[in-house]
């Protein structure tokens, strides 16, 4: 290769990066909104898959296929929106903060089984939901900071 080749090689490598993080900058501008529909759709969902657990099999059934509709219908859209969507999972900084939130939904779900449906005591799971409800929102937003860091730290 002659050195022409290499500038050239250089610069096209560069305007590739450029080009990178131009998108990485489009997509944050994106996710700056947050519109009130994500917030009552993931906190219903939230509270519908820890409430419904402890309600009964046919309610517990029919509370997790509207929560996971509703999950779907949040995706949907936001992709829609925003032309984006990503795993909870995928950012390393961000998972920890799915995986913290499910593992705090996991255990609302088993004292919402075990006092709602195992000792019978009806408000248990009501207000397992309610709290998964604000634990879903506060979660969210704690993930969303994290992974806007991440993105933002590799630009």
Known sequence: ?????????NAGAMDALKSIR????????KMDHWPWWYDVGYAASCALLVMGQGLGTAIGMACTAVAIA????????????????????SPKRARWAAIGLAAL??????????????EG??????????IAAALGMVG?????????????DLT
């Not at 939904?105 to 195992?118: D, E, K, P, T, V």
């Open 1 to 9: 290769m002659t050195r022409e080749e290499d500038k050239l090689d």
């Open 22 to 29: 131009d998108t990485r900058e489009q997509t944050l501008g």
């Open 70 to 89: 509703i999950l779907i219908i949040i995706m949907r859209r936001w992709q829609a929106e925003t032309g984006v969507w990503v795993n909870g999972y």
């Open 105 to 118: 939904l996991i255990g609302l779900m088993g004292l919402s089984l075990w006092l709602g449906r195992g």
């Open 121 to 130: 005591i009806i408000w248990v799971p009501l207000v397992c939901g309610a």
């Open 140 to 152: 969210m937003r704690v993930w969303m900071h994290l992974y806007r860091k991440d993105v933002k």
